[in-house]
């Protein structure tokens, strides 16, 4: 999926990482300022460090600058001055209609083209790059076969026919069909509902751990900040960074009082939320197929002393969690059942399964892996005991955070060393103040910009 970046302008020459899997870019904030000539500038003299490959979360109070700092980076909205540099290139200096062909862009409720069809939306990009009609349709199943939407159900489409979340799913595929080396994600799955939400956040974890993007997203919801992120940006107004580390940091030590309000008081309860399904041992099922004698499941769920199968279908799918009785109203097990049963994915955190196991009313729930496929169950038993060991143990090695900080000042935590680096990688140049023209706009509130 990286072939495309040879032909990429703002990667560079300046390679961040001798890994060839990332094929994210670093972006380099250098002093950054936007003033909208209200009391106080939006962002203020912010410099921030965003490794290639990682996932960045911007959290804080409402109007404290996380949009502002988002859209500057693909210059929807222009910085008044300082740099933006990705992987060694200045893109304060870029065309910025260029610049966001290569810099993947996903906003609240997908923001795709109504009039166009899904398969339309997602080739918007590689149609302005000129690619050819077969590479572009391949993308295009490619990618709609990455955010779980079969392209021979989903391509033509129109968005009006798809739910909240699928709509999501394709405005992910949009923003990633030029296979971009930056990802900013504005609020995307603010408009779901919860579970939906929990689905499209495990997604985004799958997809991140094949394509090791540079992923910003901005988020009111500190727990899916501490579920998504490698690292948190927490700000205060003004774009003022009050702390710079990984969640498990911040939750283990908070900089100050700031953060400690912000996290509130549930900080053991939302370590949870770091914690994998994955990392977990899971529980064997009884497993059925369609088409099974089901006076032999039956049995097999007494001989096991459990009260559920798992039914599944030839892709090894969970199509059904039933009881002996409910098999036994039919000679042979059915391709479908009802498909109200907790479930959850092995990239899911174990606050997503207790909230699963709470929802449907069950001690258990069914865990799926890639492409659907059901691994096992976990157990309200299993989550309390790995919330015994999480609480029992304080975070270790946890790597040096990156830069940032506001004006010089390093944040409150900062040790000598970042400010030594914070020093050496300031840039004095900046940029004429100037608003993002009218296309931009348009284009963003078309969703076009990807
Ligand atoms: N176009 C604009 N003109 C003038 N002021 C603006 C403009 N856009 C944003 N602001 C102001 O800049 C500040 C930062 O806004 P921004 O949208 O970046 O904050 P935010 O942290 O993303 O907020 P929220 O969480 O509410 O979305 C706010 O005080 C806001 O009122």
Not at 20 to 43: F, N, R
Not at 117 to 130: D, H, Q, R, S, W
Not at 191 to 198: G, L
Not at 335 to 349: I, N, R
Request: charged share 25%; aromatic share 4%; glycine share 8%.
């Amino acid at each position: 999926m990286s072939e495309n970046n040879s032909a990429n302008p703002i990667l560079g020459t300046d390679s961040a990482t001798d890994d060839p899997s990332i094929t994210g870019a670093t972006i380099i904030l250098e002093e950054v300022t936007k003033d909208y000539g209200g009391a106080q500038p939006a962002v203020d003299h912010l410099t921030l460090e965003i490794p290639a490959g990682q996932t960045v979360m911007f959290v804080g109070p409402s109007g404290c600058g996380k949009t502002t700092t988002l859209k500057m980076i693909n210059r929807l909205i222009e910085p008044t001055s300082g740099r933006i540099v990705i992987n060694g290139d200045d893109v304060t200096q870029m065309n910025g209609d260029k610049l966001r062909r290569h810099i993947g862009y996903v906003i609240q409720a997908g923001g795709l083209l109504p009039h166009m069809t899904v398969a339309e939306n997602i080739a918007i990009v590689p149609k302005l790059l000129g690619w050819d009609k077969k590479r572009i349709s391949e993308r295009v199943d490619e990618l709609l076969d990455l955010v779980s939407l079969e392209p021979s159900e989903y391509r033509s489409r129109y968005p009006k026919e798809l739910s909240g979340g699928q709509q999501q799913r394709v405005g992910v595929a949009r923003a990633l069909a030029a296979d971009p080396p930056v990802l900013l994600m504005d609020e995307p799955f603010g408009a779901v509902d919860p579970i939906t939400r929990q689905r499209l956040q495990d997604e985004l974890i799958h997809i991140q751990s094949e394509l090791h993007k540079t992923v910003v997203f901005v988020t009111h919801d500190f727990d899916e900040a501490i579920k998504l992120g490698d690292w948190i940006v927490i700000f205060n107004v003004g774009g003022q960074i009050m702390q710079y580390d990984t969640p498990d940091q911040i939750l283990a030590n908070p900089a100050n009082e700031f953060v400690e309000d912000f996290i509130g008081s549930g900080a053991g309860l939302r370590q949870l939320g770091l914690a994998r399904v994955s990392a977990v041992q899971l529980k064997e099922a009884v497993r059925a197929r369609p088409g099974e004698d089901t006076r032999e499941v039956a049995k097999r769920i007494r001989d096991a002393k459990v009260r559920h199968a798992v039914v599944l279908d030839l892709k090894e799918r969970p199509v059904g969690w039933v009881t002996p009785k409910q098999l036994l109203r039919t000679d042979r097990v059915k391709t479908k059942y009802s498909d109200e049963f907790p479930l959850v994915g092995a990239s899911s955190s174990l606050d997503d399964a207790l909230d699963a196991m709470l929802v449907a009313g069950s001690t258990e729930a069914l865990v799926h892996g890639k492409r659907g496929r059901f691994l096992g169950l976990i157990t309200v038993n299993t989550v309390i005991r790995a919330m015994e060991e999480i609480s029992s143990k304080n975070p270790e090695d946890t790597p040096d955070a990156p830069m940032g900080h506001n004006a010089g000042a390093s944040t409150e935590d900062a040790d000598s060393e970042d400010a030594d680096s914070e020093d050496e990688s300031q840039a004095s140049g900046s940029s004429p103040a100037a608003e993002a023209p009218e296309a931009d706009a348009t284009l963003e509130n078309s969703g076009e910009s990807v």
